[in-house]
Nanobody
């Protein structure tokens, strides 16, 4: 079982930056896929960014060049650095660990990001 706790959300003006953190209750093997999803009101949850077991990073087209996903294995923590935020980035952001070996997704509780002037 993996417990994930996000932090770092908040209110930011357009063009601003935020860094989200996701702390895991234990180590996350590199064979797991880790990533960030978001869900805006009235919309489905969507993938924002992820790190694959091979270490590759994937990003949604809407955030490429603005967001960076990373991990610190020593701290069992993943991050999402968000720059040049736009109104349409407003959503609840969730961190995710996909453990393919057991076919299970672990989710954090979510953190709200609001981009507003």
């Amino acid at each position: 079982q993996v417990q994930l706790v996000e932090s770092g959300g908040g209110l930011v003006q357009p063009g601003g930056s935020l860094t989200l953190s996701c702390a895991a209750s234990g180590s996350i093997p590199r064979i797991d896929t880790i990533g960030w999803y978001r869900q805006a009101p009235g919309k489905e949850r969507e993938l924002v960014a992820r790190i694959t077991p091979g270490g590759l990073t994937n990003y949604a087209d809407s955030v490429k060049g603005r967001f960076t996903v990373s991990r610190d294995s020593a701290k069992n923590t993943m991050y999402l650095q968000m720059n040049n935020l736009k109104f349409e980035d407003t959503a609840v952001y969730y961190c995710n660990v996909r453990r393919s070996m057991i076919g299970h997704d672990f989710w954090g509780q979510g953190t709200q990001v609001t981009v507003s002037s």
